[in-house]
C-alpha cells in the first residue's frame, strides 16, 4: 500500500476502548493505525494476518506447520536474521 492514498475514514464515532484494525503490512503502521493511536484506541497492523496466512503453505512446502507467537512476530520485524 505505500504510495497508495490513505484511507480516508474518521475515527470520530469510535469510543475510548474501539480497537482500530488495518490488514495493510506495508507500512506496518498505516495513517489510519497511526491517528487511532494518537486517539488512545488500540491499533492492530496486519503482520498478523500475513503470518496466519503463511501457516498453511509454510506447511506444505516444509512438511512442518508452524505457530505464530509472539516470538515469530519479533522475529519477522527484527528482519529475519537466523543468527
Do not use: C, N
Amino acid at each position: 500500500m505505500t504510495g497508495q492514498p490513505p484511507l480516508e475514514i474518521s475515527l470520530d464515532p469510535l469510543p475510548g476502548h474501539a480497537i482500530v484494525s488495518d490488514i495493510v503490512y506495508a507500512p506496518l503502521k498505516t495513517d489510519l493505525l497511526a491517528a487511532a493511536e494518537a486517539r488512545g484506541l488500540t491499533p492492530v497492523d496486519g503482520l498478523g494476518m500475513l503470518l496466519h496466512q503463511a501457516v498453511p503453505g509454510f506447511e506444505r512446502w516444509f512438511g512442518v506447520r508452524p505457530v505464530v507467537t509472539g516470538a515469530l512476530r519479533d522475529h519477522v520485524l527484527a528482519g529475519g536474521d537466523a543468527s
